[in-house]
C-alpha cells in the first residue's frame, strides 16, 4: 500500500524558514513524480511545487508566489521529499500536502499545517 506522511509544520513569524518532509512507502522507484500542494479552508487545493523523477533529472517548477522563496528536493535514498520554505509570509498559512501518481492513482498524504502569523 502506498503512503505519503508529512511533518515539519508549525507556527513560525513572517520571515522565519521551515523545512516540511513528506516520506513515502509501498513503492521504491526513483521514477515518481512529488509534488508539494497547500489548501486553506474553503478554497481549492494550490499547487506549489513539482519535482520529477531521479532518472528525470530531479527537475524542478514552482508556483510564482514561491519562486525564490521554496525549494523541493528529494532524497530516494530516505524515500523523503522535502519543502524548504523561506521568508514565509503570513499568505502562505495553509495545510500543505505531498502527492505522487502511483499507477493510475493520486495518491496524498495526510498533510501538514503551517501557520505564519506574528
Known amino acids: 500500500q502506498v503512503q505519503l506522511v508529512e511533518s515539519g509544520g508549525g507556527l513560525v513569524q513572517p520571515g522565519e524558514s521551515l523545512t516540511l518532509s513528506c516520506v513515502w512507502s509501498g513503492f521504491t522507484s526513483g521514477t515518481n513524480v512529488m509534488s508539494w500542494y497547500r489548501q486553506i479552508p474553503g478554497r481549492e487545493r494550490e499547487w506549489v511545487a513539482i519535482?520529477?523523477?531521479?532518472?528525470?533529472?530531479?527537475?524542478?517548477l514552482y508556483t510564482d508566489s514561491v519562486k525564490g522563496r521554496f525549494t523541493i528536493s528529494r532524497d530516494d535514498a530516505r524515500n523523503t521529499v522535502y519543502l524548504q520554505m523561506k521568508n514565509l509570509k503570513p499568505e502562505d498559512t495553509a495545510r500543505y500536502y505531498c502527492?505522487?501518481?502511483?499507477?493510475?492513482?493520486?495518491?496524498w498524504g495526510q498533510g501538514t499545517q503551517v501557520t505564519v502569523s506574528s
Open positions: 519535482i520529477s523523477g531521479v532518472t528525470a533529472g530531479a527537475n524542478t
Open positions: 502527492r505522487t501518481l502511483h499507477g493510475a492513482t493520486y495518491v
